[in-house]
């Protein structure tokens, strides 16, 4: 199932998982006249378009039951998405990582000016990032410009991503020089 194209029925329907064939009826033809596109004031022939599948779906038994076990796995996958979210650690996490990346591919371009790039294999391997993790990091680092592509495929650092771990390391240096002076 893919999360990002279902479409919660009952939401559509506005009622409970647990409803009965008698109120999902009643339910439907309420916001079925409501959202009819004859109806000038409130008509929305998209919800109406919504609506009537809906029904469709959940008023069918069969159909319902299937539909309810996409419904579950749906709500696991909100539920999972919403505990992950609400991890602070996840996001520390991830900063983390970034700035790894970047200090690697940083010390690659320093050793190297010549061949600067580093392959997803290595990166993956230097990083202890498995791949399907390290295409989040990759991603984000290359739409901020602070990595690329290099004609060969190989990864680099930019002299954006350069100026960004420089800021970075200048920020920690501040920090330590500020609480070892407050510890003093």
């Known amino acids: 199932m893919d999360a990002s194209t279902f479409i919660d029925y009952y939401e559509s329907l506005e009622l ?17 006249q409501r959202y009819h596109p004859d109806n000038r004031d409130t008509g929305d022939h998209i919800r109406y378009r919504e609506i ?11 159909r319902r039951t299937q539909y309810d ?23 520390e996490h991830d900063v983390e ?6 200090a ?4 690659k371009r320093r050793r190297n000016i010549d061949n600067p790039g580093i392959g997803n294999l290595d990166l993956e391997r230097l990083s ?7 295409e989040f990091h990759l991603w984000y680092l290359k ?25 970075e390391t200048e920020r920690e240096a501040t920090f330590k020089l500020l609480t070892d002076q407050i510890n003093s």
């Open 104 to 107: 690697i591919l940083y010390a």
């Open 69 to 91: 076990v996409q419904h579950k796995n749906y709500a696991d996958f909100q539920l999972k998405l919403t505990e992950e979210a609400s991890d602070p650690e996840n996001i």
């Open 16 to 32: 409970s998982p647990n409803a009965d064939a008698e109120t999902i009826d009643r339910l439907f033809r309420y916001l079925a």
């Open 128 to 134: 202890g990032c498995p791949r399907e993790h390290l």
């Open 143 to 167: 739409e901020k410009g602070w990595i690329g592509k290099l004609e060969n495929g190989l990864i680099a650092i930019t002299v954006d991503g350069i100026d960004h771990a420089n800021a």
């Open 97 to 102: 990582m970034q700035e790894k990346l970047l």
């Open 52 to 62: 009537v599948r809906a029904h469709e779906t959940l008023s069918d038994p069969g």
